[in-house]
């Protein structure tokens, strides 16, 4: 069973900082694509990051998150972070994690190309 699981949501003040993690079990780890996406209340789901496996390498941040966001992973841990800096009240939502396999998506996986997702971790930015 695969099972995608989130994890360092929670409140924090503006121009604060948080950690995800997100942590992958039952994939081939270095076959797929992790992505992070959120939604904030009565809005669209929103792709906001992501790491490509280690074969293909790289990775991608919506305009909206680059140069606070950085995404990492730890491969011996089946683990990707999300470090979140200088967050912003629109930055609260709750963040999901997902999985897309390589060549299943074109330049970055959408929400539809992700074959497994996390629960989903809240993250509130108070201002």
């Known amino acids: 069973e695969v099972q995608l699981v989130e994890s360092g949501g929670g409140l924090v003040q503006a121009g604060g900082s948080l950690r995800l993690s997100c942590a992958a079990s039952g994939l081939t780890f270095d076959e797929y694509a992790i992505a992070w996406f959120r939604q904030a209340p009565g809005k669209e789901r929103e792709g906001i990051s992501c790491i490509f496996s280690s074969a293909n390498g790289g990775t991608y941040y919506a305009d909206s998150v680059k140069g606070r966001f950085t995404i990492s992973s730890d491969n011996a841990k089946n683990t990707v972070y999300l470090q979140m800096n200088n967050l912003k009240p629109e930055d609260t939502a709750v963040y999901y994690c997902?999985?897309?396999?390589?060549?299943?998506?074109?330049?970055?996986?959408?929400?539809?190309?992700?074959?497994?997702w996390g629960q989903g971790t809240l993250v509130t930015v108070s201002s």
């Open positions: 997902a999985a897309a396999l390589e060549g299943d998506y074109n330049d970055y996986p959408m929400s539809h190309d992700c074959d497994y």
